[in-house]
């Protein structure tokens, strides 16, 4: 779970805060995308382009979000846009 005041400050445009929400997250978020694609490499990517996508849209987060939830549905669309 994301601390809310660390989102808040990622959501700000913290990266410092953003770094600290991906070292908390990363390792459910492979493993989610593992599960799905099967393959190693490819989760690995998917982890890295949700955090991408998270970031390119940083400044339009609620700062209520389950940033958890979120980040699995950006890689679900990751996978399917594949």
């Known amino acids: 779970m994301v601390d809310k005041e660390v989102w ?5 445009g913290d990266r410092a805060a953003f770094e600290k929400v991906c070292s ?6 492979y ?13 690995e990517d998917v982890t ?3 955090y991408a ?10 700062p209520d979000v389950d940033v ?10 990751v996978i ?3």
Request: proline share 2%; no cysteine.
């Open 8 to 12: 808040l400050r990622a959501a700000a």
């Open 68 to 77: 958890a939830r979120l980040l699995r549905i950006i890689a679900l669309n």
């Open 48 to 50: 890295q382009e949700a």
């Open 24 to 29: 908390e997250t990363w390792i459910h978020l």
């Open 31 to 43: 493993y989610f995308a593992f599960w799905h694609v099967q393959n190693r490499q490819e989760a």
């Open 53 to 62: 996508r998270l970031w390119a849209a940083v400044p339009l987060r609620n």
């Open 80 to 82: 399917r846009d594949g």
